[in-house]
């Protein structure tokens, strides 16, 4: 069961990441999972109008992030050891990307979760991503 709530997050990410806190939009958390909304913006795009892959990368990253940290505690620090993603498709223009994690491993040091990256309204995911993260000893 997660330790953490969405207010517990919402809180935790505007203390610890303030310059962030009002991109992210913490939708569900789950037992292993959780679902992020990203509110797109102008700044979140690259040339021709759809959102950059650096964006969508955040996206994954983040969500990931605090789906560990929902079930471990406020362990800020926390930190991505590997990732893999691959952009399926172009995002919706003008619509938020919400990202649906689920963690297919949470152990003492390691934790592995799997991300679909999607316009907000559309069944078919725009990027699938693979995440690792390092859990300090004694977190």
């Known amino acids: 069961m997660p330790l953490?709530?969405?207010?517990?997050l919402k809180d935790f990410l505007g203390r610890e990441f303030p310059q962030v806190k009002n991109d992210f939009v913490i939708e569900e958390v789950r037992d292993m999972g959780i679902r992020v909304r990203l509110k797109v913006e102008d700044r979140h795009l690259r040339p021709g109008g759809t959102?950059?892959?650096p964006t969508m990368f955040s996206l994954a990253d983040v969500t990931v992030y605090l789906a560990i940290l929902a079930m471990i505690g406020p362990k800020a620090l926390a930190v991505t050891t590997n990732c893999s993603i691959?952009?399926?498709?172009?995002p919706a223009s003008g619509t938020d990307l919400v990202a649906d994690c689920t963690l297919l491993k949470l152990g003492k040091v390691l934790a592995v979760?799997?991300?679909?990256?999607?316009?907000?309204g559309v069944a078919a995911p725009v990027a699938h991503a693979t995440l690792t993260?390092?859990?300090?000893?004694?977190?």
């Open 86 to 90: 691959d952009f399926m498709r172009k």
């Open 133 to 139: 993260y390092s859990i300090p000893p004694g977190q």
């Open 113 to 120: 979760g799997d991300v679909l990256l999607h316009s907000e």
């Open 4 to 8: 953490m709530t969405t207010d517990d």
């Open 51 to 53: 959102v950059s892959g």
